[in-house]
């Protein structure tokens, strides 16, 4: 009765398949005009399996050719799969890079590929692999973090300084340098003065840091529609197939699918910290217009077969999962939001 009661509820069937096991895929890229992605499966298990291969289609290409013949999209190359136990098969798609839309870096095209069992409608993906083609030019550097706080440190050293010198001249000259005096010393300006310049100075300085880190909290709570700052740093900005890194996991968005008012993104989180982490639902989030909506617990669990944010992520570990989101209004999704916890930066993705 439980099973039947989350699967009205949440609309995916509780007993989804769970993904093959001993299912593995690599992908790389090679070419210098065009992108030429090679996808390698490879099945460990000793018995036959069914598979569907998926592979993205990244903004900005046409995609020329498929070896085998695949089913093409829009946003996809999808190639059914029957492979024998211990064996391997190779794919490839070759892409046309349209100069005049390729995002920054130029000539940088990120891509990645999954595998799935049979009903790769229900479970989530057995294995996942992203690389990156360049045609040509440097890779775009983003901006340290302490560029950040500049403004404020500034103030505050601005603030320093000036109480530094007025409270210098109050004093006076030192007493181990006598000077004759031709004309009555000057008195300093009055304490109430100083103390006014001081609170104007410090209050700015505070208001810089406000500036500074007001913006980060409101991503963090969703009070800002358009988030670009996390609480730690920037947020990551990338689209489907990049690796993106924040200040505890690195994600990557191998493939998001949305239909019906539903979308199911297939991420992967990696740890490459010293020490273990965890991973929170409530934090990956999806955005609709100016609206956001969490994961869909019970349908991610369905689909992966297990609770995907249990355990907390192993040093060096990678998890692949399938998140499930319900979208309000059957409104149409345009970010995905990943992080490791309420007050890291995250990454976000463009859909």
Not at 68 to 91: C, F, H, K, N, Y
Request: hydrophobic share 45%; net charge neutral.
């Amino acid at each position: 009765m439980v099973r039947l009661a989350l699967a009205l509820l949440t609309g995916v069937l509780v007993g989804a398949p769970a993904p093959p096991a001993g299912v593995s895929v690599s992908v790389s890229s090679s070419g210098q005009d065009t992108a030429v992605y090679r996808v390698e499966v490879r099945n460990d298990a000793p018995d036959a399996a069914e598979l569907v291969v998926r592979q993205s289609v990244p903004r900005g290409v046409a995609v020329t050719a498929t070896n085998p013949e695949a089913t093409v999209s829009d946003s996809e190359i999808t190639w059914r799969v029957p492979l024998g136990g211990r064996q391997t098969r190779a794919m490839s798609a070759t892409f046309q890079p349209d100069q005049a839309v390729i995002r920054d870096p130029p000539g940088v095209i990120a891509g990645g590929a999954c595998v799935y069992g049979a009903q790769d409608d229900q479970s989530g993906p057995a294995d996942c692999a992203a690389t990156t083609w360049e045609a040509s030019g440097p890779a775009a550097v983003s901006p340290p973090w302490w560029r950040h706080w500049l403004l404020p440190l500034a103030f505050a050293f601005l603030a320093l300084g000036v109480l530094a010198v007025i409270l210098r001249k109050r004093a006076g000259p030192a007493p181990s340098t006598p000077r004759p005096r031709r004309r009555p010393p000057r008195r300093g300006p009055p304490m109430w003065t100083v103390l006014a310049l001081a609170v104007m100075l410090l209050v700015g300085g505070g208001a810089a840091v406000a500036a500074a880190a007001v913006p980060r909290l409101a991503a963090i709570t969703g009070t800002s529609g358009t988030p670009e700052d996390g609480w730690i740093g920037p947020v990551t900005v990338g689209e489907v197939g990049d690796e993106l890194r924040e200040n505890a996991f690195a994600f990557t968005a191998y493939r998001v699918d949305c239909s019906g008012g539903r979308c199911a993104a297939d991420v992967g989180v990696r740890n490459p910290s010293a020490a273990a982490d965890r991973w929170y639902p409530a934090m990956q989030r999806m955005r609709a217009g100016a609206d956001f909506v969490t994961v869909d617990e019970a349908a991610t669990t369905a689909a992966n077969g297990r609770d995907v944010f249990a355990a907390p992520l192993a040093p060096g570990e990678q998890r692949v999962a399938r998140l499930w989101f319900t979208l309000p209004n059957r409104a149409r999704a345009d970010v995905l939001e990943l992080r490791s916890g309420a007050f890291s930066n995250g990454v976000r993705v463009d859909i």
